[in-house]
């Protein structure tokens, strides 16, 4: 996909134009209700037309002077054309908001933090890449060049590798200790590993802290469980990775768990908890971090959005009987508390001037 290629699928699509006194870059825009959508566009074929300072600058000044002109919010994207995926990753230093298109391969190259769609672009974008990729006479078969790659997008595009192995396990867990059958009995489920602050202090079972989140009271509750953490998983490992997701999935259930055992402790309360709802307000608190870093989005997820699913879930959980909420509201706590530890954005350190 060359330049010119680039920019007849943005005007097909609606992207305008706007004029910019600089070589090798491109700017266009969608205004919509939510905001002002520009895709900054770089013709870097050596890899070293930019460095990584002059484009940070150049980001800036289109930032300030689009959210100066038009009163709303802006969401920025870069899209860095080269035959030199190193010195084009050197340029924007592999920021969230950019993609790199290697042009002798016509093929989209994004790195585990970055964005994963932007305006809805990526899907379309990545069909032309392909189509410019087969050979004249293979058009119309579904045979690629790169095909292997091609699946394991389409997978991912849905399912993340992490969260997905973590819903599975919450599933095999729940067959073999559950056998499919609502189970009601605490002494059973305290046998199964359910948290209990009383078998923490006395026998000193810490592991509890951790089998709690896997144990479900019946196919309601792990149904319910599972297919939000579905949904909303895969976005925060896309954005911070698979271990450093991982890890924030087990520490904000560890932490969950630590504030409920206290609260019960606290308030004499011989109660036990089990679920993975801690952790998947670990999750939510994390994605909540994100969002608010990356200036009010992550992927198709707002910041209202978040906000109104928190509000809702804990509503739920305050004005029902049975629910943990002490467990919610240290994971949602715990998770952003994570996220801010672990989670890192690239585009910073932005200084004046267009070239240094």
Known sequence: MTINDIKDFLLIRNFKPIELNTE??????????????????????????????????IKRQIYEKLTANSGKRVFLHAIILSENIT???????????????????????LYENQRYDFAGIRKELEDSLLKDYIPEEEAGTP?????????????????????TGIVLLNILVFI?????????????????GALSWRDILDKGEYYRLIT??????????????????????????????????????????????????????FNYN??????????????????????????????????RQLVWFVVFSLYGGLT??????????GGLIGGFILAAMLYRKTNRGYKKGWEE
């Not at 998983?233 to 768990?257: Q, V």
């Not at 029902?320 to 509201?329: E, F, L, M, P, R």
Request: hydrophobic content about 45%; aromatic content about 12%; glycine content about 8%.
């Open 24 to 57: 090798r870059l491109t700017l266009y825009f969608q205004d919509r209700e939510e905001g002002y959508y520009a895709l900054l566009i770089l013709d870097c074929p050596r890899g070293d037309e930019f460095t990584s300072l002059q484009y940070k600058n």
């Open 87 to 109: 010195g084009a990753s050197m340029i924007s230093e592999r920021e969230a908001e950019s993609w790199i298109i290697e042009t002798s391969r016509s093929r989209l190259i």
């Open 143 to 163: 045979m690629y060049y790169d095909q292997e790659p091609k699946g394991k997008n389409a997978v991912s595009r849905y399912f993340s590798l992490v969260n």
């Open 176 to 192: 073999v200790v559950n056998n499919l059958v609502s189970v009601s009995t605490e002494n059973y489920l305290i046998s199964k």
């Open 212 to 265: 709690y989140m896997f144990l479900h009271s019946g196919p309601s509750h792990i149904i319910n469980n599972m297919i939000v953490l579905l949904f909303i998983g895969d976005n925060l490992e896309r954005a911070m990775g698979k271990w450093k997701y991982l890890l924030t999935y087990l520490a904000s259930g560890l932490i969950a768990g630590v504030v409920s055992a206290a609260f019960n402790f």
């Open 270 to 303: 011989d109660i036990i908890s089990i679920g993975a709802s801690g952790a998947i307000f670990g999750v939510v608190g994390a994605m909540a971090y994100i969002v608010i870093v990356n200036r009010g989005r992550l992927e198709n997820l707002s910041t």
């Open 320 to 329: 029902s009987t049975g629910v943990d909420n002490a467990a919610h509201i």
